[in-house]
């Protein structure tokens, strides 16, 4: 029954609660697939015993009706989450046989409500890039790709492809400066960035703490927002988690939206925008017209610094961070004549390419002489993006934007690796929603003329996720997307 | 006040200015950012949480009790209360600093400017301003003498807690930076914020030490003499570090700011990097850590249980309680003596009370070398033997072999005057038969005396309250003597 694994969250849980399957049955059906599909390199660590176990153990409760909200769902996480007992790598060599002794929040919270776990997902090299090939253990490959293998998107790429490939129900991603938006546009699938401080940090290796936020990556919007509600809450050992009741966010999906005002960002559509996606960002406005939602337009002048705000706020976090790595106490040692050494010697070995770049950049724009004109002025600048969106959101409820201004390329395109700035400007819809710490959720708007999946994005107010669910729940029943 | 100057060879009078930064580890159950234990002389390693060797993934999330006792520490200050500060990241590797980077308060710190009053020898007191005082995690400890090849590490200390208090450059001498120390020490020790034991490491000082000579304005290069950790090396540091600056200059030599080493041995500094800002630490607000935002409320709340600090004690006792105030400022000093003290005095002769405590009974804990909280004799005790010298019931001689009793034995007074019969004989007919029986048996000193020996009278009553076992009050001895003998 190869085809449980096209289930959705929602239409398994249906199943699963008539008892028409059993969840060891349904984990084993993603076993399955988990070895049909080992091409797209979209697990580093899996562990089908342990899962079986999970079902198991979900099986009794659906047999006691005592069954938890995502009972015998399994999903991937992706490897940036520490797993107690599981190995927990971020996809660096510097700690690619570490065994957390403790879990995340975000996935304690997901094996609460009786999730299985089938394995840890690939990602750029602490979550560092946007075509997952910066991951020590190799690219992803994008399940949607033909004859050239094309990239599965990142950071959170293993976390898109293995929902894409039906590898998993649903998948936890993180996003920084769009690492689970834009890999889900890459892959045809669904992934919401909650609000900052909606999920707990506690447990998720830190990339750039003032920015990382963990969410689910799934096939629909539903199945996203079932997944966020068991994710999130207040966590007392993330101090930047926000106190901040959770609803329940299913019940807004098939809410009407007439008179809903949806802000299309003027900046947002610059001169040598892809004729494609501007089209199918015309479309999707006119789709909720349609549904009776108000367009308004709206300015967000700040954007354009945006992506350099973002390439300095991010790598300055990330270079104190990244401090801990240091063969001391975890993960591995290269020795030296001494201290020093046995610090330069590990670090140089430890870390890929990015990561040091990054680790650079940061080191730099925090310097004595550097902190004002870089760093500080980021700061001011993260203020004024901030204010833009404050500013914009007093005249719509919601944004509407692409995800990404291009599709899946090739893995190692040429023109993508001779500059880093190449790869930076795929982030250009996205950072800037890191940077205000506001929730956005992409979800697929249809194939480019290369049969390619492309994305949309819808960007709320903090706290206000509910909207978004109403609202993308509304494109995505008029797009009606087709998955693998 | 005295002042400290030194002198060049040519004659040049040259003043110290000193300036001090003091690490007190806060007392607090658990560490700043975790929930570890805070408690000292453990195996290594075993009151370690995952967040203090920064494993990955892991988060601080700050203790508030560290923050009320640094809140209490500036209110015993004199400070201001900052209602908004902010932590930042200190970059910098070192094996025993896990993260990579140490957790402080850098550009908005808890607590701001604030005073310290320093009682001097020769009676004057000092004022000495507060710059700030923040709040940081500590780090672990290297240790390199275990093995000859390779170094360990103790993260039992790593995280913490610790109040940064650093001075303005008001010090002018040794003596009082000394004395600043030592008041400090006695501060955070009522206040129950630090246990000041700077042998322990939980008190430890750095000493910015510039000279400059008489009358000049601005400042000189300093150098900081970092980790002192008893009061008198911080003195015999600030002058040896003077000293050893003013022979530069003498040779027409200068210097430049760097980081120093007191050794003890030789008394001595000697050279151990260049200063900090040759460091580059990448300070930035910590984004794991939302900024710290007190309200008027929880200052308040801080202050309600400030208990009354050695400033206002020592007023009380000379206002009062009518105690020199020398007395008084050495009784203040230790919280634990002022607790003694103001118990055994209750109801009794304060002064007296004094002057035993300052008298034989810390001879007494001198000699035996434990401290006030173990001594044999109580407090009440102390007072009830005070209690019965002013009510003549024994004299001072007879107090002070009751009083050698109640050491061994820990008993009542009372009780031993009673069991051994000490109590004063103040019925004079019965000490009036003792010196008629003395006068008649010593003829020839009854003449001598006649004679103009006065100082005879002494003899007589040592015959006398040899005679009453030392019973027989003084006064009455002396009396009747004068009487039968002019």
Same mark, same amino acid.
């Given at each position: 029954?190869?085809?449980l ?13 008539a008892?028409?399957?059993s ?11 988990l %070895? ?23 099986e ?16 991937g ?23 957390p ?14 999730a299985?776990f ?8 602490? *979550? ?8 020590y ?6 399940p949607?790709?033909?004859?050239? #293998? ?13 929902v ?5 129900? /649903?998948?936890?991603?993180?996003d920084?400066g769009?690492?689970?938006?834009q890999?889900s546009?890459f ?32 096939k ?15 966590? %007392? #050992?993330?101090?930047?988690? *926000?106190?901040?009741d959770v ?11 007439r008179?809903l #005002? ?9 001169d040598?925008l ?8 015309d479309?999707a406005?006119?789709?909720m017209k %349609? #549904? /009776? ?16 705000c ?10 104190s ?39 650079l950049?940061?080191?730099y ?24 969106f404050?500013?914009?959101f ?6 509407l ?6 599709? *899946?390329?090739?893995? /190692? ?15 250009? @819809? ?5 940077? *205000? ?5 992409s ?12 994305g949309?994005?819808?960007?709320g ?7 978004i @669910? ?5 494109? %995505? ?8 | 006040? =005295?002042?400290?100057i030194l ?16 690490h ?5 159950k658990?560490?700043?950012f ?20 920064a ?7 700050l ?13 015993g200050?004199?400070?201001?209360i ?21 957790? $402080? ?5 808890i607590?701001?400017? &604030? ?7 020769? +009676? ?5 301003? !507060? ?7 500590d780090t ?10 390779r ?11 610790l ?7 008001d010090?002018?001498s ?9 008041k ?5 020790r ?10 322990e ?8 030490v ?9 400042f000189?290069?300093r ?11 911080a003195?015999?540091a ?13 040779n027409? +030599? ?5 980081s120093?080493?007191?050794?003890p $041995?030789?008394?001595? $500094?000697?050279?151990m990097?260049k ?13 794991d ?10 200052i ?21 309680? &009518?105690?020199? =105030? ?15 003290f103001?118990?055994a ?10 002057n035993?405590?300052?008298?034989d ?17 109580? =407090?009440?005790?102390?007072g ?6 002013s ?7 007879i ?5 050698e009793?109640?050491?061994n ?6 009780? !031993?005057?009673?069991?051994?019969g ?8 019965? !000490? ?11 003829p ?17 009553v ?7 076992? &030392?019973?027989?009050?003084p ?12």
């Amino acid at each position: 029954m190869s085809n449980l694994t096209e289930l959705t969250i929602s239409e398994s849980l249906e199943k699963l609660r008539a008892k028409e399957i059993s969840p060891v049955e349904l984990t084993e059906a993603y076993i399955k697939k988990l %070895e049909d599909n080992k091409k797209y390199n979209a697990y580093v660590t899996t562990v089908p015993e342990k899962a079986l176990e999970q079902a198991k153990e979900s099986e009794k409760r659906y047999m006691s009706g005592a069954n938890k909200p995502l009972d015998g769902i399994v999903l991937g996480i992706k490897d940036l989450f520490c797993t107690k007992d599981i190995r927990t790598t971020a996809c660096s060599k510097i700690i690619d046989n570490f065994v957390p002794q403790y879990e995340s929040t975000v996935t304690q919270n997901l094996l609460d409500d009786g999730a299985v776990f089938l394995g840890k997902l690939n990602l750029d090299e602490f *979550a560092m890039g946007g075509s997952n090939e910066t991951s020590y253990f190799g690219p992803v490959v994008n399940p949607w790709s033909k004859d050239v #293998k094309l990239v599965a998107g990142g950071s959170s790429g293993g976390s898109a492809a293995a929902v894409s490939a039906n590898m998993c129900a /649903g998948a936890t991603g993180t996003d920084t400066g769009g690492s689970i938006r834009q890999p889900s546009a890459f892959c045809g699938v669904t992934g919401i960035k909650p609000t900052y401080g909606r999920c707990s940090r506690y447990g998720v290796i830190a990339f750039a703490s003032s920015l990382d936020q963990a969410g689910p990556i799934c096939k629909d919007v539903r199945d996203c927002a079932l997944m966020l509600n068991s994710m999130a809450g207040f966590d %007392e #050992k993330d101090a930047t988690s *926000a106190r901040v009741d959770v609803p329940n966010f299913e019940s807004f999906l098939g809410q009407d939206i007439r008179g809903l #005002k949806i802000g299309i960002p003027n900046e947002y559509r610059p001169d040598g925008l892809n004729e494609e996606i501007a089209n199918y960002w015309d479309k999707a406005i006119e789709m909720m017209k %349609e #549904k /009776g939602a108000e367009i308004v337009n709206i300015s967000l002048p700040h954007t354009k610094y945006a992506l350099p705000c973002y390439y300095v706020i991010a790598p300055a976090e990330a270079s104190s961070n990244l401090a801990r790595y240091d063969g001391i106490r975890f993960g591995n040692r290269v020795n030296g004549k001494n201290m020093e050494e046995l610090h330069i010697n590990t670090r140089s070995s430890g870390f890929g390419k990015e990561v040091k770049r990054r680790i650079l950049v940061g080191t730099y724009v925090l310097s004595a002489g550097f902190y004002d004109a870089y760093y500080l002025k980021a700061q001011k600048v993260r203020r004024l993006i901030k204010n833009d969106f404050d500013e914009a959101f007093k005249k719509c409820d919601v944004i509407l934007t692409p995800t990404s201004p291009i599709e *899946a390329f090739a893995i /190692g395109d040429k023109k993508m690796n001779e500059s880093p700035i190449n790869m930076y400007l795929n982030d250009v @819809f996205t950072v800037s929603v890191n940077l *205000a710490g506001l929730p956005a959720l992409s979800l697929p708007i249809g194939l480019s003329k290369n049969g390619l999946p492309l994305g949309m994005q819808f960007i709320g107010k903090a706290f206000d996720e509910k909207t978004i @669910f109403k609202a993308s729940y509304q494109l %995505e029943k008029s797009v009606n997307f087709k998955r693998i | 006040m =005295a002042e400290y100057i030194l002198e060049s060879a040519n004659g040049e009078k040259w003043e110290v200015i000193c300036g001090l930064e003091i690490h007190c580890q806060i007392i607090s159950k658990s560490k700043i950012f975790s929930s570890a234990s805070t408690k000292f002389g453990e195996d290594a390693n075993e009151c370690v949480s995952f967040v203090d060797v920064a494993m990955p993934g892991m988060l601080p999330v700050l203790n508030m009790e560290c923050v009320k006792q640094a809140v209490k520490t500036g209110l015993g200050l004199n400070a201001k209360i900052n209602k908004y500060s902010q932590f930042s990241r200190k970059n910098y590797f070192y094996p025993d600093l896990p993260q990579g980077y140490q957790i $402080t308060q850098e550009k908005h710190p808890i607590i701001g400017e &604030g005073k310290v009053f320093v009682d001097l020898s020769d +009676g004057s007191v000092k004022e000495i301003g !507060i710059e700030r005082i923040h709040i940081e995690q500590d780090t672990g400890k290297s240790i390199h003498d275990i093995d000859p090849s390779r170094s360990f590490i103790d993260y039992n200390r790593a995280g913490v807690g610790l109040m940064e208090i650093v001075t303005k450059p008001d010090f002018r001498s040794p003596e009082e930076a000394g004395g600043f120390l030592r008041k400090l020490r006695s501060i955070v020790r009522y206040l129950g914020t630090c246990d000041g034991n700077m042998d322990e490491g939980s008190l430890r000082c750095d000493a910015s030490v510039s000279i400059r000579k008489v009358g000049e304005t601005g400042f000189r290069p300093r150098c900081e003499i970092k980790n002192v950790n008893s009061v008198k090396f911080a003195m015999q540091a600030i002058e040896a570090e003077a000293k050893r600056q003013l022979e530069i200059y003498e040779n027409g +030599g200068s210097f430049e700011q760097e980081s120093r080493q007191f050794d003890p $041995t030789t008394g001595t $500094t000697k050279y151990m990097r260049k200063k900090e800002y040759a460091h580059e630490y990448r300070q930035f607000p910590d984004p794991d850590l939302p900024p710290l935002v007190l309200t008027d409320e929880f200052i308040e709340e801080v202050r309600n249980e400030l208990v009354e600090l050695p400033d206002a004690k020592k007023k009380r006792y000379v206002e009062n309680m &009518g105690l020199t =105030a020398y007395d008084a400022s050495v009784i203040c000093e230790n919280k634990e003596v002022a607790e003694f003290f103001e118990e055994a005095s209750l109801g009794h002769d304060a002064k007296k009370v004094a002057n035993w405590l300052m008298g034989d009974f810390f001879a007494m804990l001198n000699k035996k070398g434990v401290d006030i909280k173990n001594s044999p004799v109580s =407090a009440k005790n102390l007072g009830k033997l005070v209690e019965l010298i002013s009510k003549d019931v024994i004299s001072g001689k007879i107090a002070k072999d009751v009083f050698e009793i109640m050491v061994n034995t820990g008993d009542d007074p009372e009780k !031993i005057v009673e069991e051994k019969g000490l109590k004063q004989v103040t019925d004079t007919s019965a !000490i009036e038969a003792i010196v008629d029986e003395i006068i008649a048996n010593n003829p020839d000193n009854v003449a001598s005396y006649k004679a103009g020996k006065n100082n005879l009278l002494g003899w007589f009553v040592g015959q006398v309250m040899k005679q009453s076992q &030392g019973k027989a009050n003084p006064g009455v001895v002396n009396k009747l003597l004068k009487e039968k003998l002019d």
